[in-house]
């Protein structure tokens, strides 16, 4: 009979330790939140053309501000203002092709400057789930606008051809699945250290995401991602369909949910086709290197 009870007692330690041990992961936000976003993006990109290497280099810095307005029982209503745009485009066949950083004055005749400015004039605003996972994301259209209106007198069919244009990258949908990759990170789950899960990203850089809890502090969560990486562009003059893998390595507030700091690195590899020479089939190469670092209550 003490044998039983012995062995009874040692079954529901066990179950109630597992039990513990297990933690859902989710995002802890309170009204009037704030989060500064700090995003340093390098990317180089390697064409082989008929043996005639074409390497482009884009350096991406961002500072974004994310404010919780509203909290209810599933969705966290958040506006989402750029601080601070910052992107240099280099070519060692063309050298400078872009260079725009909207902390510097503009000059009359900078019109990439004059569009990327409205960045930062423009509030967003997004709907999200406790999961990361975003709902929707709404206020492109007025920042499209503005983009266009930027460059100054136009006419209606010219604009009509830009804002289309934009909707690739400044859409509601493009931005939500933008965003999502930095958000969206937990199971709808509860897990124990050293479980894996699994979520999907969409868009022009879609992944499959493998994500596996390691460890877990009084203040931090340590999370590692592994992906696999399909990036496809379509554009008139380019067509790119590359595939790779990423690797990202989280720490994410235990108070909050939200990432204190995120490094990706990815590389994908396949074929650009240049349309405007006579669909040449060109091998492509893309490394890209991402930081964010992410304060509270920023005043």
């Keep these: 009979m003490k044998s039983v009870f012995k062995k009874l007692l040692v079954a529901l330690i066990a179950t109630s330790s597992l039990a513990f041990a297990q933690t859902k992961l989710e995002y802890n936000l309170s009204s009037g939140d704030k989060f500064k976003v700090l995003q340093v993006a390098n990317q180089d990109i390697v064409q082989d ?8 280099k884009n350096v991406l810095e961002g500072d974004f501000t994310f404010i919780v307005e509203d909290v209810n029982d599933s969705l966290y209503s ?3 203002k750029f601080d601070r745009f910052k992107m240099v485009s280099t070519s060692n066949l ?8 909207t902390n510097d004055t503009i000059a009359e005749d900078d019109i990439e400057g004059k569009i990327f400015s409205q960045l930062i004039k423009t509030d967003l605003y997004m709907e999200m789930y406790k999961s990361g996972k975003i709902k929707s994301v709404q206020g492109s259209e007025e920042l499209i606008s503005k983009m266009v209106n930027a ?12 804002k289309e244009s934009m909707k690739g990258e400044f859409s509601n949908e493009s931005l939500a699945k933008s965003f999502e990759q930095m958000t969206f990170i937990y199971s709808n ?20 995401n493998i994500w596996t809890l390691e460890g877990i502090t009084n203040d ?3 999370i590692r ?8 562009n379509l554009d008139k003059d380019v067509e790119m369909n590359l595939n790779g893998d990423m690797t990202s390595n989280l720490l994410t507030s235990k108070e909050t949910g939200f990432v204190n700091s995120m490094i990706t690195k990815s590389k994908v590899e396949g074929h650009s086709i240049m349309h405007n020479m006579n669909d040449l089939k060109v091998p492509t190469t893309i490394e890209s290197n991402v930081t964010y670092k992410i304060k509270k209550h920023v005043q």
Excluded: P
Aim: net charge negative; hydrophobic share 35%.
């Design 49 to 56: 053309m008929n043996g005639q290497k074409h390497e482009m």
């Design 78 to 80: 958040i506006k989402f």
């Design 94 to 101: 063309i050298g400078e092709i872009m260079s725009v950083n």
């Design 151 to 162: 460059v100054g007198n136009l006419d209606e069919l010219t604009k009509d051809v830009m």
């Design 189 to 208: 789950e509860k897990v124990n250290i050293g479980d894996s899960w699994t979520n999907t990203f969409e868009g022009d850089l879609s992944s499959t």
């Design 220 to 222: 931090t969560v340590s």
């Design 225 to 232: 991602g592994n992906s696999k990486v399909l990036f496809v």
